[in-house]
């Protein structure tokens, strides 16, 4: 018995340009996740005479010291302070035990947060209409040395 190929003519050029941009959007997803995670743990707080420095992530951004409200700065516990929980994550990242980005508080605030242990939060507002809420081993420190650069830069 014999038979006899008939071989499908090969798919147009479309198809591989599809599965090239499919494949580069899945690749920097992957990246963008490495990213993250990376981040999430190196993330710093930097106080100089320019104001606090937020590095991290997607975020991050230098608030000048004469924004931050720091007479109404205070160390906080999110557990108990139920009207600054983050209620809805409007742009950012949120993950268990990982805050990071732009959220709606309880009470109707907007907040920049970068929370990783909610019984250490350092909640500082300030004059663009925000309140910054970072997790910090000593929020106290953190409050007492840039009330200091602000007095030095006045």
Do not use: C
Not at 94 to 111: I, T, V
Not at 119 to 143: K, N, Q
């Amino acid at each position: 018995m014999s038979s006899t190929v008939f071989p499908m003519i090969p798919a147009a050029s479309k198809s591989l340009w599809f599965f090239a941009i499919i494949s580069l959007v899945l690749l920097a997803g992957v990246v963008l996740m490495i990213w993250l995670a990376w981040s999430m743990r190196h993330a710093t707080f930097t106080v100089s005479n320019e104001g606090l420095r937020l590095q991290g992530d997607l975020y991050g951004r230098l608030i000048p010291l004469q924004s931050l409200k720091l007479d109404e700065a205070v160390v906080t516990n999110l557990n108990t302070d139920r009207g600054h929980q983050p209620k809805w994550r409007t742009m950012g990242t949120g993950l268990p035990g990982y805050a990071a980005g732009w959220f709606k508080l309880r009470n109707g605030e907007k907040a920049l947060l970068y929370v990783t242990d909610r019984t250490h939060v350092a909640r500082i507002p300030t004059t663009e209409g925000y309140t910054v809420m970072l997790s910090v081993a000593d929020p106290t420190a953190l409050i007492e040395e840039l009330s200091r650069q602000q007095k030095a830069l006045k």
